[in-house]
């Protein structure tokens, strides 16, 4: 088992940044992926962005060249850049992790990004 707390969400205007942060209770080094979910409201949650143990990484295509993922293993840290936000990028955004134990993902409770026009 593993805890994710999420923090760096808030309310920025559209075309603004935010930097979202996940921080882990352990070491991420041997996780094999970590990244981010999204769910708005009346929506399924969607992958944003992941990154593997090798740090490859993989993005939604409506945040490709906007969003940034980044880890710090040091730090057990995973972190989401988040530029030229737009409103429909509005949602409660979770961190996850894949790890070899039981139950193998774990979740974040969730930070609210809300995007205004």
């Known amino acids: 088992q593993v805890q994710l707390v999420e923090s760096g969400g808030g309310l920025v205007q559209a075309g603004g940044s935010l930097r979202l942060s996940c921080a882990a209770s352990?070491?991420?080094?041997?996780?094999?992926?970590m990244g981010w979910y999204r769910q708005a409201p009346g929506k399924q949650r969607e992958l944003v962005a992941g990154?593997?143990?090798?740090?490859?990484?993989n993005y939604a295509d409506n945040v490709k060249g906007r969003f940034t993922i980044s880890k710090d293993n040091a730090k057990n840290m995973v972190y989401l850049q988040m530029n030229n936000l737009k409103p429909e990028d509005t949602a409660v955004y979770y961190c996850?992790?894949?790890?070899?134990?039981?139950?193998?993902?774990?979740w974040g409770q969730g930070t609210q990004v809300t995007v205004s026009s």
């Open positions: 996850y992790a894949d790890h070899t134990t039981w139950p193998y993902r774990s």
């Open positions: 990154i593997s143990k090798g740090s490859s990484t």
């Open positions: 352990r070491s991420i080094f041997s996780f094999n992926a």
